[in-house]
Protein backbone atom coordinates (compact mmCIF):
# COMPACT_ATOMS: atom_id res chain seq x y z
CA UNK A 1 0.00 0.00 0.00
CA UNK A 2 1.45 3.15 -0.67
CA UNK A 3 1.32 6.66 1.02
CA UNK A 4 -0.83 8.14 -0.69
CA UNK A 5 -3.42 5.63 -0.50
CA UNK A 6 -4.83 6.71 2.97
CA UNK A 7 -4.86 10.24 1.74
CA UNK A 8 -7.35 9.47 -1.41
CA UNK A 9 -9.42 7.14 1.23
CA UNK A 10 -9.61 10.23 3.06
CA UNK A 11 -10.66 12.02 0.36
CA UNK A 12 -13.28 9.89 -1.02
CA UNK A 13 -14.66 9.95 2.57
CA UNK A 14 -14.86 13.49 2.25
CA UNK A 15 -16.86 13.44 -1.32
CA UNK A 16 -19.20 10.80 0.04
CA UNK A 17 -20.09 12.51 3.48
CA UNK A 18 -20.64 16.23 1.17
CA UNK A 19 -22.69 14.68 -1.06
CA UNK A 20 -25.22 12.89 1.89
CA UNK A 21 -25.12 16.35 3.51
CA UNK A 22 -25.80 18.59 0.28
CA UNK A 23 -28.40 16.27 -1.46
CA UNK A 24 -29.96 13.67 1.00
CA UNK A 25 -30.53 16.46 3.92
CA UNK A 26 -34.02 16.33 4.24
CA UNK A 27 -34.75 12.94 3.59
CA UNK A 28 -36.52 10.77 5.99
CA UNK A 29 -34.77 7.81 7.72
CA UNK A 30 -35.66 4.27 6.68
CA UNK A 31 -37.12 4.47 10.47
CA UNK A 32 -39.46 6.88 9.04
CA UNK A 33 -40.56 5.39 6.13
CA UNK A 34 -41.12 1.73 6.98
CA UNK A 35 -43.89 3.80 10.04
CA UNK A 36 -45.82 4.97 7.19
CA UNK A 37 -45.48 1.29 5.10
CA UNK A 38 -49.11 1.24 3.53
CA UNK A 39 -49.54 5.26 3.09
CA UNK A 40 -49.26 6.70 -0.24
CA UNK A 41 -46.50 9.08 0.14
CA UNK A 42 -44.40 6.92 2.55
CA UNK A 43 -41.10 9.25 1.76
CA UNK A 44 -43.36 12.23 3.06
CA UNK A 45 -42.90 13.77 6.96
CA UNK A 46 -44.50 16.69 7.62
CA UNK A 47 -42.21 17.97 9.85
CA UNK A 48 -39.55 18.71 7.27
CA UNK A 49 -41.40 20.02 4.78
CA UNK A 50 -40.44 23.32 4.01
CA UNK A 51 -42.51 24.38 0.81
CA UNK A 52 -45.45 22.69 -0.89
CA UNK A 53 -45.56 23.71 -5.05
CA UNK A 54 -49.09 23.00 -6.99
CA UNK A 55 -48.99 23.10 -10.76
CA UNK A 56 -53.26 22.91 -12.33
CA UNK A 57 -53.47 24.12 -15.35
CA UNK A 58 -52.57 27.65 -15.42
CA UNK A 59 -52.13 27.69 -11.37
CA UNK A 60 -49.33 27.94 -9.87
CA UNK A 61 -48.84 27.85 -6.16
CA UNK A 62 -45.74 28.22 -3.97
CA UNK A 63 -45.87 27.91 -0.12
CA UNK A 64 -43.01 27.94 2.11
CA UNK A 65 -42.63 27.16 5.80
CA UNK A 66 -40.09 29.37 8.23
CA UNK A 67 -39.43 27.82 11.92
CA UNK A 68 -40.52 25.14 14.15
CA UNK A 69 -43.03 24.52 16.34
CA UNK A 70 -44.49 27.74 18.11
CA UNK A 71 -42.19 29.98 15.78
CA UNK A 72 -43.65 27.89 12.49
CA UNK A 73 -44.84 30.57 10.11
CA UNK A 74 -46.35 29.61 5.94
CA UNK A 75 -46.42 32.59 3.51
CA UNK A 76 -48.25 32.12 -0.07
CA UNK A 77 -45.18 32.87 -2.62
CA UNK A 78 -46.75 32.93 -5.73
CA UNK A 79 -48.83 33.69 -7.41
CA UNK A 80 -48.39 36.95 -4.88
CA UNK A 81 -46.62 37.77 -1.82
CA UNK A 82 -49.05 36.96 1.68
CA UNK A 83 -49.28 35.45 4.74
CA UNK A 84 -51.22 32.04 4.64
CA UNK A 85 -53.53 30.45 6.84
CA UNK A 86 -51.84 28.02 8.80
CA UNK A 87 -54.94 26.06 9.75
CA UNK A 88 -55.72 25.29 5.71
CA UNK A 89 -52.34 24.29 5.20
CA UNK A 90 -52.42 21.74 8.00
CA UNK A 91 -55.71 20.55 6.77
CA UNK A 92 -53.88 20.32 3.33
CA UNK A 93 -50.57 18.12 4.49
CA UNK A 94 -53.23 16.15 6.63
CA UNK A 95 -54.94 15.00 3.99
CA UNK A 96 -51.66 14.17 1.63
CA UNK A 97 -49.97 12.87 4.88
CA UNK A 98 -52.49 10.15 5.59
CA UNK A 99 -53.63 9.04 2.08
CA UNK A 100 -53.48 5.37 1.35
CA UNK A 101 -53.64 3.94 -2.69
CA UNK A 102 -56.78 2.62 -3.72
CA UNK A 103 -54.34 -0.02 -5.89
CA UNK A 104 -50.54 0.10 -7.63
CA UNK A 105 -49.81 -1.37 -11.08
CA UNK A 106 -46.29 -2.50 -10.34
CA UNK A 107 -45.34 -2.39 -14.04
CA UNK A 108 -47.84 -0.67 -16.81
CA UNK A 109 -47.12 -0.89 -19.97
CA UNK A 110 -46.01 1.76 -22.50
CA UNK A 111 -49.58 1.89 -23.88
CA UNK A 112 -50.68 1.82 -20.24
CA UNK A 113 -48.62 5.17 -19.66
CA UNK A 114 -50.19 6.23 -22.65
CA UNK A 115 -53.80 5.72 -22.11
CA UNK A 116 -53.69 6.61 -18.15
CA UNK A 117 -52.04 9.70 -19.50
CA UNK A 118 -49.02 9.67 -16.97
CA UNK A 119 -46.61 10.88 -19.91
CA UNK A 120 -48.70 14.05 -19.97
CA UNK A 121 -49.64 15.14 -16.57
CA UNK A 122 -52.61 17.80 -15.57
CA UNK A 123 -51.65 18.92 -12.31
CA UNK A 124 -48.56 18.00 -10.18
CA UNK A 125 -47.59 18.51 -6.43
CA UNK A 126 -44.15 18.97 -5.01
CA UNK A 127 -43.17 18.76 -1.47
CA UNK A 128 -39.54 19.85 -1.04
CA UNK A 129 -37.89 18.44 2.44
CA UNK A 130 -34.45 20.85 2.40
CA UNK A 131 -32.88 19.45 -0.64
CA UNK A 132 -35.02 16.30 -1.29
CA UNK A 133 -38.23 16.39 -2.82
CA UNK A 134 -41.30 14.53 -2.98
CA UNK A 135 -43.28 15.01 -6.72
CA UNK A 136 -47.04 13.68 -7.19
CA UNK A 137 -47.94 13.63 -10.90
CA UNK A 138 -51.76 13.73 -11.51
CA UNK A 139 -52.23 11.49 -15.18
CA UNK A 140 -54.85 12.99 -17.67
CA UNK A 141 -56.45 9.95 -17.87
CA UNK A 142 -59.33 8.79 -15.52
CA UNK A 143 -60.30 5.13 -14.18
CA UNK A 144 -63.48 4.09 -14.98
CA UNK A 145 -64.73 3.88 -11.12
CA UNK A 146 -63.48 7.42 -10.51
CA UNK A 147 -60.42 8.61 -8.85
CA UNK A 148 -57.22 9.39 -10.83
CA UNK A 149 -53.95 8.04 -12.38
CA UNK A 150 -51.24 9.33 -10.45
CA UNK A 151 -46.95 8.54 -10.61
CA UNK A 152 -44.93 9.42 -7.64
CA UNK A 153 -41.35 11.02 -8.79
CA UNK A 154 -40.49 8.61 -11.51
CA UNK A 155 -40.63 5.46 -10.40
CA UNK A 156 -42.14 2.93 -12.81
CA UNK A 157 -45.25 1.55 -10.81
CA UNK A 158 -48.85 3.95 -11.23
CA UNK A 159 -50.97 4.15 -8.34
CA UNK A 160 -55.05 4.61 -8.54
CA UNK A 161 -56.20 6.96 -6.23
CA UNK A 162 -59.55 8.17 -4.77
CA UNK A 163 -61.89 11.15 -5.91
CA UNK A 164 -60.86 12.84 -2.63
CA UNK A 165 -56.67 12.80 -3.48
CA UNK A 166 -57.51 13.96 -6.78
CA UNK A 167 -59.14 16.95 -5.70
CA UNK A 168 -55.95 18.03 -3.67
CA UNK A 169 -54.35 19.07 -6.93
CA UNK A 170 -56.65 21.81 -7.70
CA UNK A 171 -56.67 23.90 -4.46
CA UNK A 172 -56.34 27.30 -5.67
CA UNK A 173 -54.47 30.05 -4.04
CA UNK A 174 -57.71 31.54 -2.62
CA UNK A 175 -57.29 28.57 -0.38
CA UNK A 176 -55.13 28.86 1.48
CA UNK A 177 -54.51 32.93 1.56
CA UNK A 178 -55.06 34.27 4.91
CA UNK A 179 -58.02 36.65 5.04
CA UNK A 180 -57.76 40.20 6.51
CA UNK A 181 -60.15 39.12 10.21
CA UNK A 182 -58.63 35.48 10.18
CA UNK A 183 -57.96 34.87 13.66
CA UNK A 184 -59.81 37.92 14.90
CA UNK A 185 -62.43 37.48 18.15
CA UNK A 186 -65.76 37.17 16.84
CA UNK A 187 -67.33 40.45 18.43
CA UNK A 188 -70.77 40.96 17.05
CA UNK A 189 -72.40 39.10 19.94
CA UNK A 190 -70.88 41.68 22.28
CA UNK A 191 -71.72 44.70 20.43
CA UNK A 192 -75.19 43.58 19.25
CA UNK A 193 -75.62 43.26 23.56
CA UNK A 194 -74.31 46.12 23.88
CA UNK A 195 -76.75 47.98 21.60
CA UNK A 196 -79.42 46.15 23.47
CA UNK A 197 -78.59 47.42 26.32
CA UNK A 198 -77.99 50.75 25.50
CA UNK A 199 -81.79 51.11 23.77
CA UNK A 200 -83.47 49.08 27.01
CA UNK A 201 -81.67 51.85 29.17
CA UNK A 202 -84.04 54.84 30.58
Do not use: C, H
Not at 43 to 71: H, K, M, N, P, Y
Request: charged share 30%; aromatic share 6%.
Amino acid sequence: MSARTPIILLVVAAILLAYVLLFERGRPGRTEIDSRSGLLLEALVRERITRVRIASGEERIALLRQGEGFDETWTLEEPKQAPANLEAIENYLRNWEFAIPVRTLQSPSAEDVRNFGIDTPKAEVTFEMGRAKVRVSLGSGSPVDGGGYIRIDDRREITVVNDDVVALFARTADAFELKGDAGAPDLSELIDAQEDAAVAAP
